[in-house]
Nanobody, 115 residues
Framework: QVQLVESGGGLVQPGGSLRLSCAAS????????MNWYRQAPGKERELVTS???????VYGDSVKGRFTISRDNAKSTVYLQMNSLKPEDTAVYYC?????????WGQGTQVTVSS
């Protein structure tokens, strides 16, 4: 079955960096676009960034120039490099994939940006 496991979250000061990982299994990873979403307290879940099977990327306006998504098909892992973090980036971050007409989510990893 499809499984997504995020890691790498934590507490970081404003201006700092974190790299999130999402290890995938149960499907042909290299064939599918992968997404990172986030959900802040009291807010709806929002799309942060996506990467196609071919490596093309798109970013939300709030993270452009600060976040970078990448994928390692040999490791079936998608990454999110987050730089210049701001308090408003505080959220639970989820990876996501749409496989065989169904959406799958990881369990999420908490990112807290605070001094």
């Amino acid at each position: 079955q499809v499984q997504l496991v995020e890691s790498g979250g934590g507490l970081v000061q404003p201006g700092g960096s974190l790299r999130l990982s999402c290890a995938a299994s149960g499907f042909t990873f290299s064939s599918y676009p992968m997404n990172w979403y986030r959900q802040a307290p009291g807010k709806e879940r929002e799309l942060v960034t996506s990467i196609s099977s071919g490596g093309s990327t798109v970013y939300g306006d709030s993270v452009k120039g600060r976040f970078t998504i990448s994928r390692d098909n040999a490791k079936s892992t998608v990454y999110l490099q987050m730089n210049s973090l701001k308090p408003e980036d505080t959220a639970v971050y989820y990876c996501n994939v749409f496989v065989n007409k169904r959406v799958y989510w990881g369990q999420g990893t908490q990112v807290t940006v605070s001094s």
